[in-house]
C-alpha cells in the first residue's frame, strides 16, 4: 500500500511539473499571467485531492500577491485596490457561505425525514428501476442541492443494489443530479450563485431542455449497465414512518430563499448589493424552526471547509482580467463544458459572470452536467467517490461512463435546434433616465 501511494504521489507530482512548464509556455506565448497562475491552481486542485482545501488557499494567496504587487485591480493598484475589491464581492461571498452551510442541514433535515428511505418501493424490478432512480435523483436535485442528491441517489443505491454499484451507473447518477440543478436556481451552486447575481431564474430554467434530453441519453445505457451488474431490489425497511415535521422545515428554508430573493430582486435592486439578503433569510428560518426539529449543528465544520474552498476559488476568479478571455458564444460555452470535466465549475461561472453576455441556460447546462465527465470536475462527484472510492480512477470513470459525454455533446445541440442562442443583456445594469426632447418621447438606454 506505502508503494503504490508513494507511486501515486509522484505521478501527480510529475503532472504537476508538466502544468507549470505548459503555464511557462503559455505565457511566454503571451497568456496573462493572473490566468496561468488561476489555471495552475484549478491543475493542483484536480491532482491533489487530498488536499484541495491547502491547494486552493495558497493559490488565493499567490494570486492575491501578485496583483497587489505587479497587475492591480480594477478597483485600483496595490492594497487600496485589494479592499475595494473586496469591498465589491463582500456580499456575493456571504450569501453563498450562508446559503452552502444552511444547505448542508436542509439536506440532513431531508435524510432524516425518512423520504429517501421510502423511495425504494417505487422502484420498477427490471432495467427501468435504475432509470427511474436517477430520474427521483433528477428530480430531487432541482430542489435540494445537488451534492445532497447524488449521496441520496448513492445511498438507495447501495442498498437496493446490494452495494454492488456500478461505476458507470454511478457516473450516471453525478450526471442526474448535476443535471436537475443544471436548470433550477436552488438547485446548484453555480445556478444559485447566477441568482444571487441578479439573473433571472427563468433564464437559468431554460438549461432543462438540455438536461432532460441527456438524462435519457446517458440514463438509459447506465441503467442496463447496472442491470447487468447487480439486478435492483425493491426490498424497504418495515416500518417506516415519514417525520412530516422534518419535510415542512425544508419547505420552509427553501421558500424563505426563494420569496426573499424575488423581493429584494424586484423591489429592491438597488440594495442587492449591499447586504446578504438570501443568506441571512435561510439562516433566519433554519434558526427559527430549530425548536420543532434540531439540525445537526455538527455537520457545520466539514461543510464549512468545504465552503472555504469553494470560496476560494471563487475570490480567485472575481481577480481575473474577464476582458481577456474568448468572447462569450454558444461556442464557448460548450467548450466551458469540458473544461469544467477537469476544472471546478464554481470559478468558471465567476469568471463567466463577470465577463457577461452569455446565454445564462446554456451555461447553467455546460458547466453543471459537463463536471460529470470526470468525477472530480463536480462537488457532486467527489461526494459520491467518498462513498464509492473504487470511483476515483478517472480512466475506469471515462470508460464505463462513456454515455455521460455524449449525453452532454447531443444535449447542448438540442437546446441550440430548440432555442437558438440568445445571448442575455447584462443583468447588473441599471436603466438610465433620459432627457425628454422637445417632440421626442422619453426612453431608457442601459
Keep these: ?152 441517489g448513492g445511498t438507495i443505491a447501495a442498498t437496493v443494489f446490494r452495494h454492488k454499484v456500478h461505476i458507470g451507473y454511478l457516473a450516471a447518477i453525478v450526471a442526474a443530479s448535476n443535471a436537475g440543478g443544471s436548470g433550477s436556481v436552488v438547485g446548484d451552486t453555480t445556478t444559485t450563485m447566477m441568482w444571487i447575481d441578479g439573473v433571472s431564474p427563468v433564464d437559468v430554467f431554460e438549461a432543462y431542455v438540455a438536461a432532460s434530453v441527456a438524462l435519457v441519453i446517458c440514463g438509459i445505457p447506465a441503467s442496463l449497465q447496472q442491470h447487468r451488474h447487480s439486478p435492483i431490489t425493491r426490498d424497504a425497511p418495515a416500518g417506516i414512518t415519514i417525520d412530516w415535521p422534518r419535510v415542512t422545515i425544508v419547505a420552509i428554508i427553501l421558500a424563505a430563499a426563494i420569496v426573499v430573493n424575488v423581493l429584494i430582486n424586484v423591489k429592491f435592486a438597488e440594495h442587492s ?25 455538527k455537520l457545520l465544520p466539514g461543510a464549512f471547509k468545504g465552503s472555504i474552498f469553494l470560496l476560494s476559488l471563487i475570490l480567485c476568479a472575481s481577480m481575473m482580467p474577464v476582458e481577456k478571455l474568448p468572447v462569450a458564444s454558444w461556442q464557448t460555452a460548450l467548450g466551458l463544458g469540458f473544461v469544467s470535466a477537469v476544472f471546478d465549475n464554481i470559478p468558471l461561472t465567476a469568471l463567466a459572470l463577470k465577463q457577461g453576455g452569455y446565454d445564462w ?83 431608457f438606454t442601459s
Excluded at 280 to 296: F, Y
Excluded at 407 to 412: C, D, E, H, L, S
Design 1 to 152: 500500500m506505502k508503494s503504490v501511494a508513494l507511486r501515486l504521489l509522484a505521478r501527480e507530482r510529475g503532472l504537476f511539473a508538466g502544468a507549470l512548464i505548459i503555464g511557462a509556455a503559455a505565457i511566454a506565448l503571451g497568456v496573462p499571467i493572473d490566468f496561468v497562475l488561476f489555471a495552475l491552481t484549478l491543475a493542483g486542485v484536480a491532482l491533489f485531492h487530498h488536499h484541495t482545501l491547502q491547494v486552493a488557499l495558497i493559490g488565493l494567496a499567490v494570486i492575491t500577491l501578485y496583483k497587489v504587487g505587479f497587475a492591480g485591480f480594477k478597483t485600483g493598484p496595490g492594497l487600496g485596490g485589494l479592499a475595494a475589491h473586496l469591498q465589491h464581492e463582500w456580499v456575493i461571498l456571504a450569501n453563498l457561505l450562508g446559503l452552502l452551510l444552511g444547505f448542508a442541514l436542509l439536506s440532513n433535515h431531508f435524510e432524516e425525514s425518512r423520504i429517501p428511505a421510502e423511495l425504494p418501493r417505487f422502484l420498477p424490478d427490471d432495467w427501468k428501476g435504475p432509470f427511474v432512480l436517477l430520474v427521483m435523483i433528477f428530480v430531487l436535485s432541482s430542489f435540494l442541492d445537488n451534492i445532497a442528491a447524488a449521496i441520496i
Design 361 to 443: 441556460g446554456y451555461l447553467a447546462y455546460a458547466v453543471g452536467f459537463g463536471g460529470s465527465m470526470i468525477w472530480f470536475g463536480s462537488s457532486a462527484g467527489v461526494a459520491l467517490a467518498n462513498m464509492y472510492p473504487e470511483a476515483r480512477s478517472v480512466g475506469k470513470w471515462l470508460r464505463h461512463g462513456w454515455h455521460v459525454a455524449l449525453a452532454y455533446v447531443i444535449g447542448f445541440f438540442v437546446l441550440y435546434a430548440v432555442l437558438g442562442w440568445h445571448p442575455n443583456p447584462p443583468h447588473k445594469a441599471k436603466p438610465v433616465a433620459q432627457v425628454p426632447v422637445p417632440g421626442a418621447s422619453a426612453h
Design 273 to 297: 448589493d449591499s447586504f446578504p439578503f438570501i443568506g441571512a433569510a435561510v439562516w433566519a428560518a433554519i434558526l427559527v424552526t430549530a425548536p420543532w426539529r434540531q439540525p445537526d449543528w
